[in-house]
């Protein structure tokens, strides 16, 4: 009877374990590979990106003395990571892409309009590709992109 107990123990033990383990280590490999990607754009510690948020696999980091912007969508297949020196922006706000006569969000972007060319750079943020449930972290990303949008706005007009 003992032995049946403990077998049951330990069985009950290990699926515990195993998945708390997994979800340790994962977010311990994206800790190192943010911290690695803060890091590499810093450029030699002239960036510190202080305000940093973190939702569904995004990163975003503003310097608001130095006026740097750093995204890092740990999403998609290959990391993508896009450093905007705010500096040389005028202005910046949220392009949506919906579907053909729907409500249906397809991708969120950042709109960088530069000072001196009058050119705009485009900056994913979402992506109904990488979602991969389909749509399921799209109002918590639109609600991030929309309060970013005002930090960065705020960031230029100093």
Known sequence: MDTSVT???IILILIIAIPLF???RNSSINKTKIKAIKAKFSQNDYFNFK???TLNKKV?????INKGFLLIDLNAKQEVVSFVDLKSIQSCKLVLTTENNSDTILKIEFEFQYKVSKTAA?????????DQIGQVCLYEDHQLAKKWTKMIQDCLTV
């Open 122 to 130: 485009f900056i994913p943020f979402y992506k109904i590709e990488n």
């Open 7 to 9: 077998i049951i123990g």
């Open 22 to 24: 997994y979800s340790i």
């Open 60 to 64: 975003l980091a503003l310097d608001e």
């Open 51 to 53: 305000s940093t948020e």
